[in-house]
């Protein structure tokens, strides 16, 4: 986890111009327990214990069989909870909330439980650019393995019983992280949106669930969980929904610069002018102006690879930042300060490093 | 002619003047008297006790609803409908038809899940297609008249739907 940049945040992969990450996430309770809100802190202990032995068991043999790092949150350091956090490995909920509670996570950070989140678990598998089956797959493998060592709680209708009756069935959640600047452009974000809503789609902000979208970046995911099955959920929304938004995407952007050409360059190179000039910079600032940039790469206008970028991305996060430089931490001006300098060295190397 | 409020029979019509200007109203037995218009004479009353008396019965149904508590882990409705979590995998059962209305509401209609199952899988497979026979023949019970058989077959359902230990 101190390593500042090995998650699947700051990578690329297939149909990266818009898919930032896919992730799918199964919510599961253990037979036999309360739900996260009627338990104890004795009780959560108990739960910990079980999917930490069921963790240890089923790691034998599968993909994860060098083991799964076990931290226990509520003795964890704040920054490793944040880090965690910016990492998307994590909910901010879950970061900061109290009470006994883990995570297991696999050493190339891919794959994740959240053990007492709102649900016993959370289990978790997320990956850079469009690769749902992917994550579905691994996701599965994971459950499955845990599934051998522990029982779920399962009703005969309801299927898999979740904390939130919402849940039910299938405790699936398949999200894509999009970044959408074409369709803002085109103010045809809340158009998406209302769509998106009419197929049973959640639409969120950079960091999931209450959060507000920074620069363009939205979190697309399934609502529905009941009365399908997992596979047709995936086809559903892998197969046809995330493909049209991609496609509308891809579209906005091909008019955006047809249209307004001039107008897009100046955005994007003044973003550019900005993150290589600023002495003061705050998180937000940078993750706007990156945002604009990626816009930049991905259509050819910037000469920077998209990867510097996403790297970029993660790295100017607080908890990040202080990982590369621990002045950060010392002041609100050494913060900005640390922040700027490291965006400024990294993109003239990044720019001198393509050409 | 039908209610202003609702599709209902007028039973009360009136021309307002207010301000110079005249406008028609045409109100049904309830909203007449929601709005304190007289009935007219020849309204029978009967008509409107049965409604009231659905009134009563919904009431009743809510003070129900509010007064459910999960044995098992001793949450209430009133916390459930705050939190929108529940309390263990009993409350599943404890408030059921409030449930139901959630889980339905949410999922465009969707009754079962029709999902994987953890292992011991075949069990569940089996106890499902069952499931459905069952459903295809107390249709066809109640549409043949059965009503013994129906009864019957509706209790062996609610049976299979109780959780697994």
């Known amino acids: 986890m101190s390593q500042p940049f090995s998650a699947a945040m700051s990578q690329v992969g297939p149909d990266s111009d818009v898919v930032v990450t896919s992730r799918v996430r199964l919510a599961r309770n253990i037979s036999g327990f309360p739900f996260i809100s009627r338990a104890s802190n004795p009780v959560r202990q108990e739960i910990m214990r079980v999917v930490r032995r069921a963790v240890d068991q089923s790691c034998n043999g599968t993909d994860h069989d060098q083991g799964m790092r076990w931290i226990e949150l509520q003795s964890a350091p704040s920054r490793d909870r944040i880090l965690l956090s910016e990492r998307h490995l994590v909910s901010r909920h879950f970061a900061n909330s109290d009470g006994p509670r883990a995570l297991a996570l696999s050493n190339d950070e891919h794959s994740s439980i959240m053990v007492n989140e709102e649900d016993h678990l959370r289990i978790q598998f997320l990956c850079a650019g469009s690769r749902l089956s992917d994550a579905f797959k691994a996701a599965f493998a994971l459950e499955n393995a845990l599934a051998n060592c522990t029982n779920f709680s399962f009703h005969p209708r309801w299927g898999y019983l979740t904390a939130c009756p919402t849940n039910v069935g299938c405790g699936i959640r398949m999200s894509a992280m999009l970044h959408l600047p074409g369709a803002q452009i085109m103010k045809e974000t809340d158009r998406i949106k209302r769509a998106a809503k009419e197929l049973h789609l959640a639409v969120r902000g950079y960091y999931g669930e209450g959060s507000e979208s920074i620069g363009d970046f939205f979190q697309f995911s399934n609502q529905t969980t009941l009365g399908a099955t997992e596979d047709a959920l995936l086809e559903e929304f892998n197969g046809i929904v995330l493909p049209r938004l991609i496609g509308y995407e891809r579209e906005a952007r091909t008019a955006a610069l047809a249209r307004y050409r001039s107008r897009i360059e100046d955005i994007v190179f003044r973003a550019h002018a900005n993150l290589s000039a600023a002495r003061l910079l705050t998180a937000d600032a940078a993750t706007k102006d990156l945002s604009r940039m990626r816009f930049g790469v991905v259509m050819g206008l910037l000469p920077i690879e998209l990867t510097t970028i996403q790297r970029l991305l993660l790295q100017v996060q607080p908890a990040h930042l202080s990982l590369i430089d621990p002045r950060s931490l010392e002041s609100e001006e050494a913060d900005r300060e640390v922040r700027a300098t490291y965006v400024r060295q990294e993109l003239l190397r990044g720019t001198t490093d393509t050409k | ?165």
């Open chain 2, 1 to 165: 002619m039908n209610c202003d409020h609702c599709d209902k029979p007028a039973v009360v019509h009136e021309i307002v003047i207010k301000g110079g200007d005249s406008k028609e109203v045409h109100l049904c037995a309830e909203h007449a008297i929601a709005a304190g218009y007289p009935l007219p004479a020849e309204q029978p009353l009967a008509d409107i006790f049965p409604k009231l008396g659905s009134v009563a019965k919904v009431e009743a149904a809510k003070s129900k609803e509010r007064s459910a508590k999960c044995a098992a882990c001793g949450l209430t409705f009133t916390i459930f409908r705050k939190s929108a979590t529940l309390g263990c995998p009993a409350c599943y059962d404890a408030f059921m038809p409030m449930i139901e209305k959630v889980i339905e509401s949410a999922q465009d209609g969707a009754t079962h899940h029709l999902g994987r199952s953890p292992v011991g899988g075949a069990e569940i497979e089996r106890v499902q297609n069952l499931r459905v026979k069952m459903m295809r023949d107390l249709e066809a019970a109640v549409a043949a008249e059965q009503y013994e058989r129906a009864a019957k077959l509706r209790d062996e359902l609610k049976a299979l739907d109780s959780p697994s230990p």
